[in-house]
């Protein structure tokens, strides 16, 4: 297979040739380049909003984490699902982990759940292109088992950096489990859901993930409960 990078280099010189001689025969005997700019590095973790020395990382570059093999279930990107959906999202939805079905179908959220999400986002007068859905493990597992302690260790750093990026103005977290890390407690939904809590100055309310209200539809309630305040808070500051 010929080397595509250095076909795309020989590509580019001789368009550079082509360019030079046109200009030759013009009478155009010198040309003056100016050096690229040197690529801002990246701001250190944390440090929000970036100064004039330093750049965002971009969710493209954040991508990359694909290639990891951070704990055993990284067995291979075609198992990984990083996200989906508006990088500038005033809201973003942070699920557990994805699915099979949501690697075959290559975005977060998919099949029944999915499209039980969705329909709560219509509700809100809201798409997936309006939000961002991710969710705090990358990988999926075969037999769609919960997130073990490894996983949410080697993905929970790429997650806030996710959120970093982005800087939305509310985080959703769907489950128990996304919140109570992003939350830092150890308590059951029940006790999270309901109110306001704070990460990283960004508002934050946990709520039930569209799995449990398959599992136990008398959540639905206290789910468009918990939507209602987002819908309220966005009006509330400007941003629907």
């Known amino acids: 297979m010929p080397n595509t990078l250095e076909q795309a280099k020989y590509e580019l010189l001789l368009q550079a040739r082509s360019i030079l001689t046109e200009l030759k025969s013009l009478g155009v005997d010198d040309v003056y380049l100016q050096p690229a700019p040197e690529a801002l590095p990246l ?25 990891c093999q951070g704990c055993p279930s990284a067995t291979g990107a075609q198992q990984k699902v990083f996200g989906e959906g508006n990088p500038h999202a005033q809201v973003v939805f942070v699920g557990e982990r994805p699915t099979m079905n949501d690697v075959n179908a290559g975005a977060p959220f998919s099949g029944e759940a999915g499209q039980l999400l969705d329909k709560i986002l219509f509700a809100m007068d809201l798409s997936r292109s309006d939000v961002y859905l991710c969710s705090l493990v990358k990988c999926a597992s075969v037999q769609n088992s919960p997130a073990m302690q490894d996983e949410v260790a080697a993905c929970e750093p790429v997650l806030k950096r996710q959120l970093a990026t982005i800087r939305p103005q509310i985080v959703v977290a769907l489950g128990t489990l996304p919140a109570q890390i992003l939350l830092n407690k150890q308590q059951e939904m029940s006790h999270m859901r309901g109110t306001w809590s704070n990460y990283q100055n960004i508002p934050l309310i946990a709520t039930f993930h569209p799995n449990d209200l398959i599992r ?7 789910v468009w409960d918990d939507m209602k305040q987002v819908q309220h808070r966005l009006k509330q500051d400007g941003l629907s």
């Open 216 to 222: 136990n539809p008398v959540t639905k309630r206290e």
């Open 43 to 67: 701001c250190a973790e944390g440090e929000q909003p970036c100064t004039g020395e330093c750049r965002a990382e971009t969710l493209d570059e954040l991508q990359s984490f694909n290639q």
